[in-house]
């Protein structure tokens, strides 16, 4: 065989194995058994960390070859991914949604390829209930209540006005909306309670330093800060403290996830209480999209279970947390 064409089958090989190793990030192969393609939000938090490692080694354990998507918080990316999905003929579709609306035209897509649709951690707001099959996650309005309900009862009894500063997730998303309503609903009943600034910090720490910096120079007097998640939270301790001002004494911190990083932060003193959001669905959705493939009847929601936890609370705590 002449060289050239020796050297173009050796290329030709070479960038087949490439493709094929890259075409996917999955948890095995084509053997049977169930494929499931999964369009993560990004890597934006701790929180979202534990959910993707929870996810891949849930899969691996269950074994369904898992596709894997990063979204990196755009929209466009994981709509993409759900048609590419969708293009591949998985088993099943899951995905946490960027945010809440536009998704109807790719989810009539999956629909009309009859691949039923799981939706983790966030839910989107069609009134089509029937482009997808099932919801896993978490009761985000409750979340903000807990937040709400533990601010109203460190402060009852108490006179004068609560100054509080809010960091939101990333603007439109489920977690969002929801956290910031139900801590709207607990502390509506009490005129002491005043929301005097609010801005997205998009779930993140370097974000979350950067608006509570300028929350600090815009308002003379907080009293509490409520974050929406505690890589925001964490980023907030940092402006805080270089204002020099105490965390958790001078300004009380309220948060949401319940990562370790959050735990240790209470164990210090640095922040007050956090509201869980449990990340480890991995089991949970491997489960579900088993049962959806086989067209079983599943709840139209699944929650996951999850607490309150202070600073009393959180040094015990914390040697046992997985994420």
Not at 45 to 51: L, Q, Y
């Amino acid at each position: 065989m002449p060289k050239k064409v020796v050297s173009a089958v050796a290329a030709g090989l070479l960038a087949a194995s490439f493709l094929t190793a890259c075409s996917a990030d999955s948890t095995g192969g084509g053997d049977g058994r169930l494929v499931l393609g999964f369009a993560q939000v990004g890597a934006e938090s701790g929180w979202r960390t534990a959910n993707t490692k929870s996810v891949r080694e849930s899969a691996e354990e269950a074994k369904v070859t898992l596709k894997f998507s990063d979204a990196q918080q755009k929209q466009e990316n994981q709509i993409k991914a759900i048609r590419s999905f969708i293009q591949q003929r998985v088993d099943v579709i899951a995905f946490s949604p960027v945010v809440e609306s536009g998704w109807d035209t790719v989810l009539k897509e999956a629909k009309n390829a009859k691949i039923p649709v799981v939706l983790t951690d966030r839910a989107i707001d069609s009134k089509d209930t029937s482009l997808y099959t099932t919801f896993l996650g978490s009761d985000f309005v409750e979340e903000g209540k807990k937040a709400g309900d533990w601010l109203t009862k460190e402060y009852e009894g108490k006179d004068g006005t609560v100054n509080i500063v809010e960091l939101q997730g990333t603007t439109g998303s489920a977690p969002a909306n929801d956290r910031r309503a139900g801590f709207a609903q607990a502390v509506k009943g009490d005129p002491k309670f005043k929301v005097v600034a609010s801005q997205t910090g998009d779930f993140t720490r370097a974000k979350g330093k950067e608006v509570m910096q300028a929350f600090l120079k815009s308002q003379p007097d907080i009293d509490v800060l409520y974050a929406h998640n505690d890589d925001m939270a964490l980023g907030a301790i940092q402006a805080i403290e270089e204002a020099g001002k105490k965390p958790g004494t001078d300004i009380k911190i309220i948060s949401v996830d319940g990562i370790k990083d959050a735990f240790q932060a209470m164990a210090d003193g640095k922040i007050n209480v956090v509201v869980e959001c449990n990340p480890l669905l991995g089991d949970q959705l491997m489960d579900l999209a088993k049962k959806v493939s086989k067209g079983e009847s599943v709840p139209a929601r699944v929650k996951v279970d999850e607490g309150v936890f202070t600073q009393e609370q959180a040094a015990a705590a914390l040697p046992d947390r997985k994420y």
